[in-house]
């Protein structure tokens, strides 16, 4: 019979072998269908639902070198902390460590509650397709887009888990141990950070939750909406929500929303921008870049909330979500990943394209 640590074993393989071949036999590097991605000093993951965790220097942001994928299958998120990336597997948690020159090892693998971690000895390393960058210092910081359900904070790692808000403790990177969870909502779809708050976006509401105990977070505030896709990001004391349609008919209408955070446990409704498919977000002072799916992306002032203004727009390429990192905006469309300067906001330079 076998042992169940054998059998985790198999398991684990399997997780990790889907990507380096498809049904065509093909090995693929490159971008298949991209569903977030993650920016950490000048390394760049994009989780793919097809093909894995993709990363890439982007040191040099006309071009951005590929230096490994890492075959993962249902991962839709990570963060990144040091030399250890954290990511997303269906409901677990897999503790990724990038070990060399040219090796990962799965250090270890979180499932349910409370945590599992993998017994000493048994991370797997692999053969990637390319050399990963060097190792970035812990001290440095990471960022996602405003469809992340990631988000590591000191010495903390809080990740969607369903309508659920995890808490990790990070203090020993390879070794994530579960310390809470906090119920949100059942439509819990991103997860948007600051220092001393997080915010989740539901398909029928803002959440915030506080940090002030950072282990076991709080829920103090609450915005309703009409049901819809919900990205949110925040600039000082004012939160921007979009709402998307889709393809469910209770959704009222395509908008932008800024909402007051003057108060974190009373949260409301500034006002309302009437826009087609918004998709994703990036602010930054009083500039704000709204994703427009198929009809490409715009740019607004917002440093009267009550009226955000107009700025320029561009009907390509087909956007769905940003990391806007200080003069560089990294745009994820369907298929690939621009990186632009945008140095002057209003007209952005396209750097490069990967994929």
């Known amino acids: 019979m076998r042992s169940k640590k054998t059998v985790f074993l198999i398991a684990l393989l399997g997780i990790f072998s889907i990507g380096s071949r498809l049904d065509n036999g093909a090995v693929y590097s490159s971008v298949i269908t991209p569903v977030n991605m993650y920016l950490y000093d000048t390394i760049l993951l994009v989780s793919d639902s097809v093909a894995g965790i993709h990363v890439y220097s982007v040191k040099n942001g ?3 070198a590929f230096r490994m994928r890492i075959p993962l299958r249902g991962n839709n998120g990570v963060a990144m902390k040091g030399d250890v990336i954290y990511a997303n597997s269906y409901g677990s948690i897999v503790t990724i460590r990038l070990t060399g020159p040219s090796t990962y090892e799965v250090s270890s693998y979180i499932k349910g509650t409370p945590a599992y971690a993998m017994d000493e000895g048994t991370g797997l390393s692999c053969d990637p397709f390319g050399s990963p960058p060097a190792p970035v210092a812990a001290g440095s910081s990471g960022s996602g887009g405003s469809y992340a359900v990631f988000a590591v904070i000191d010495s903390y790692l809080y990740y969607l888990d369903g309508s659920n808000v995890v ?3 990070i203090s020993s990177p390879q070794s994530p141990r579960q310390l809470s969870q906090t119920y949100v909502d059942w439509s819990a779809e991103t997860l948007y950070p600051t220092q001393k708050y997080l915010f989740a976006g539901g398909e029928s509401g803002m959440y915030v939750l506080d940090r002030s ?3 076991n977070l709080t829920e103090i505030g609450t915005v309703s909406h009409f049901r819809a896709y919900d990205p949110v990001v925040v600039s ?5 929500v979009s709402l998307r349609m889709g393809n469910d008919p209770k959704v009222v ?3 932008v ?9 009373n949260p409301y409704i500034i006002s309302e921008l009437s826009l087609s498919t918004p998709y994703g977000l990036a602010v930054s002072d009083s500039l704000l870049y709204v994703a427009q799916g198929y009809n490409g992306f715009a740019l607004y002032n917002v440093k009267d909330p009550r009226q955000m203004t ?7 390429p087909s956007v769905k979500d940003f990391i ?5 905006l990294y745009v994820m469309t369907f298929g690939e990943i621009m990186i632009y300067d945008v140095t002057n906001p209003s007209a952005p330079a396209l750097l490069s394209t990967i994929q």
Do not use: H, I, K, Y
């Not at 107009?310 to 390509?316: D, Q």
């Open 253 to 255: 209408q395509d908008e």
């Open 310 to 316: 107009a700025v320029a727009s561009w009907t390509t």
């Open 236 to 240: 000082d004391t004012v939160a921007f």
């Open 167 to 169: 808490t990790l403790d």
């Open 62 to 64: 006309s071009a951005p």
């Open 324 to 328: 806007w990192a200080g003069n560089r």
């Open 257 to 265: 929303l800024s909402v007051s955070l003057g108060s974190m446990a």
């Open 213 to 215: 105990n950072p282990s």
